[in-house]
């Protein structure tokens, strides 16, 4: 499978310029050969705009879904984007939607691990890190941004079977290691592919580090942007790394029986 990136700062605060920017993105995804585009997290609304957000997100089937809908069917083209997603009982979640290449919906995750105040002000957790979803003959996982910096998270979608892990970002300058280090490490200890969408630019006082990532099996970085717009492209090719899987088979080596006891 070949997957596209999009690295971009987005319309603060504009869901239609949003969706607007996703159809141009998917036509230039599907122009360079890719069968799955990934957007950042919160690309419809913005992130880094507070109360803003709650105001702006919609239901999981809202009007702004189905347009993505639309979008991935008139293009051809898997996409996965970020969100706010109001909930029962009055929540509003961090989300990232899953659709095909025919605009049917595959999975709707919601962030389960929430950064600082800012988010904990808008946002409830989510209580379930799903499991992975098939596409094109891959499974693929979903996680948002902080979700990928927990070991446990990353190996429990690879733990069910997860070749590709996708996630949505919004990662500051100021933690650029996150990308640098963390995402390559995640792929190689799980014998899976990473791919990392972030943001770029500025969000009124939130500078984002840029540095998308798509991460392989062996650690090993297949592409990476730099701090500007850009839109990433690379191949998901999982026989190719089936030697670095046996060599460092970290999944069938665990002994779970004595991790749990650590908690």
Same mark, same amino acid.
């Given at each position: ?13 504009? !869901?239609?310029?949003?969706?607007? +920017?996703?159809?141009?993105? /998917?036509? &230039? =995804?599907? *122009?360079?050969?890719?069968?799955? $585009? #990934? ?102 996982? !979903?996680?948002?941004?902080?979700? +990928?910096?927990?070991?446990? /998270?990353? &190996? =429990?979608? *690879?733990?069910?079977?997860?070749? $590709? #892990? ?98």
């Amino acid at each position: 499978m070949r997957i596209a990136l999009f690295q971009t700062q987005g319309s603060p605060g504009d !869901v239609e310029a949003n969706i607007t +920017a996703a159809e141009e993105a /998917a036509a &230039r =995804a599907k *122009a360079g050969g890719a069968d799955l $585009l #990934i957007l950042p997290e919160m690309f419809l609304s913005g992130y880094a705009i507070g109360e803003l957000a709650f105001e702006l997100a919609e239901s999981a089937d809202g009007d702004s879904a189905r347009r993505m809908a639309e979008a991935a069917r008139r293009h051809a083209i898997a996409i996965l984007y970020g969100h706010g997603e109001h909930g029962e009982g009055g929540h509003c979640y961090d989300a990232a939607t899953l659709v095909d290449a025919r605009g049917r919906h595959r999975t709707t995750y919601r962030k389960a691990h929430l950064f600082g105040d800012d988010e904990r002000t808008v946002y409830s957790p989510g209580n379930d890190l799903g499991h992975p979803h098939g596409l094109n003959g891959l499974r693929v996982g !979903v996680l948002v941004s902080y979700d +990928a910096e927990f070991p446990e /998270a990353v &190996r =429990a979608l *690879a733990a069910h079977g997860a070749d $590709l #892990i996708c996630v949505p970002a919004a990662l500051p300058e100021s933690r650029r290691k996150v990308a640098e280090l963390l995402v390559p490490a995640r792929a190689a200890e799980n014998g899976c592919f990473v791919a990392y969408a972030n943001r770029c630019w500025r969000e009124h006082e939130t500078a984002y580090a840029g540095l998308s990532t798509v991460a392989a099996p062996d650690g090993s970085v297949l592409a990476r942007a730099g701090r500007d717009e850009d839109m990433l492209f690379a191949n998901i090719d999982v026989p190719a790394y089936h030697r670095t899987r046996d060599a460092s088979p970290y999944l069938d080596d665990r002994r779970p029986e004595l991790y749990a006891a650590a908690e």
